[in-house]
């Protein structure tokens, strides 16, 4: 049973995970190279919980019980008391190889080890640790305090009881669909959902419709909660840029290389929400402004 978890990385996706886990009633433990990051997420955290509030969402008195579950840790080291760890920095192959390197040595043997990569290969991840057997994908959808999947990824050594473990835990205790992928560039809600995307930026490009129009198109007609430009914008432009430019390296394929669109928001800074600015304007705390 994983009843006290570590999150590695306190950007967008690891403050998201971190307060859905705390939701949960579950303690955990948040780090981040950067100290100054690890701090922004505190407080992001708690302007969050405070727009929930104000939608009625939840209580003053649960914001406080989240919040107080939730420890920012300095080090890696800080995490060894945790069942499980879920590693959430960006997509950088390297990076991401050195913290499960040093995971591997800091965390007991029988506790597992996560990545939230949603691109790279868990086979590759795991290469560098002694134990590749407690190394396992869960690739959640942001915001992972909304969306009630999660893509349960195995490398190529992923043991058996750690998938089983790994499975239960996202059913029983976060009360989530745990969804089965073979390990491939993108897996599933990644590689479509960039595909959406940049088939909308060729209709943007084009003309055919306005930004506006092309989200409320696919927000009214499909019941998308945000529509595929502000989806990209919430992701982060450059990171959308990584994912597709990843696949079209693997596959090969054309539908995967990035609209020349989106390379120039981001070579203007345009990142989405975290700039204030993407395909639409966004407040500091993340609100579209009309």
């Given at each position: 049973?994983?009843?006290?978890?570590?999150?590695?990385?306190?950007?967008?996706?690891?403050?998201?995970?971190?307060?859905?886990?705390?939701?949960?009633?579950?303690?955990?433990?948040?780090?981040?190279?950067?100290?100054a990051?690890?701090?922004?997420?505190?407080?992001?955290?708690?302007?969050?919980?405070?727009?929930?509030?104000?939608?009625?969402?939840?209580?003053?008195?649960?914001?406080?019980?989240?919040?107080?579950?939730?420890?920012?840790e300095?080090?890696?080291?800080?995490?060894?008391?945790?069942?499980?760890?879920?590693?959430?920095?960006?997509?950088d192959?390297?990076?991401?190889?050195?913290?499960f390197?040093?995971?591997?040595?800091?965390?007991?043997?029988?506790?597992?080890?996560?990545?939230?990569?949603?691109?790279?290969?868990?086979?590759?991840?795991?290469?560098?640790?002694k134990?590749?057997?407690?190394?396992?994908?869960?690739?959640?959808?942001?915001?992972a305090?909304?969306?009630?999947?999660?893509?349960?990824?195995?490398?190529?050594?992923?043991?058996?009881?750690?998938?089983?473990r790994?499975?239960?835990?996202?059913?029983?205790?976060?009360?989530?669909?745990?969804?089965?992928?073979?390990?491939?560039?993108?897996?599933?809600?990644?590689?479509?959902?960039?595909?959406?995307?940049?088939?909308?930026?060729?209709?943007?490009?084009?003309g055919v419709?306005?930004?506006?129009?092309?989200?409320?198109?696919?927000?009214?007609?499909?019941?998308?909660?945000?529509?595929?430009?502000?989806?990209?914008?919430?992701?982060?432009?450059?990171?959308?840029?990584?994912?597709?430019?990843?696949?079209?390296?693997?596959?090969?394929?054309l539908?995967?290389?990035?609209?020349?669109?989106l390379?120039?928001?981001?070579?203007?800074?345009?990142?989405?929400?975290?700039?204030?600015?993407?395909?639409?304007?966004?407040?500091?705390?993340?609100?579209?402004k009309?």
């Amino acid at each position: 049973m994983f009843r006290t978890i570590g999150v590695v990385g306190a950007g967008t996706m690891g403050q998201s995970i971190a307060e859905m886990l705390a939701g949960k009633g579950l303690d955990v433990h948040m780090t981040d190279s950067s100290g100054a990051r690890l701090k922004q997420a505190q407080l992001a955290l708690e302007k969050n919980l405070d727009r929930q509030i104000e939608r009625w969402a939840i209580t003053q008195a649960e914001k406080k019980l989240i919040l107080n579950r939730i420890h920012a840790e300095p080090s890696l080291e800080h995490l060894a008391q945790c069942d499980l760890i879920i590693e959430t920095i960006s997509e950088d192959l390297e990076s991401k190889k050195s913290v499960f390197q040093q995971l591997d040595d800091i965390i007991p043997e029988g506790r597992v080890l996560a990545s939230n990569t949603s691109t790279l290969s868990l086979t590759e991840l795991a290469s560098v640790t002694k134990h590749p057997e407690r190394v396992i994908g869960m690739h959640f959808v942001y915001p992972a305090f909304r969306i009630d999947v999660v893509e349960i990824v195995r490398g190529l050594q992923t043991s058996d009881e750690t998938f089983e473990r790994t499975k239960e835990f996202i059913e029983r205790d976060l009360n989530k669909k745990g969804v089965m992928v073979f390990e491939s560039p993108g897996f599933v809600t990644t590689r479509l959902i960039c595909l959406l995307i940049n088939e909308s930026l060729s209709v943007l490009q084009e003309g055919v419709a306005s930004a506006e129009d092309i989200d409320a198109a696919m927000r009214i007609g499909y019941q998308f909660h945000y529509g595929p430009l502000e989806m990209a914008d919430r992701f982060g432009l450059d990171s959308v840029w990584a994912a597709l430019d990843r696949m079209f390296r693997d596959y090969g394929e054309l539908k995967y290389r990035p609209s020349i669109l989106l390379k120039k928001k981001v070579r203007a800074g345009q990142l989405g929400v975290k700039a204030g600015q993407g395909f639409f304007q966004y407040t500091k705390d993340g609100e579209r402004k009309s």
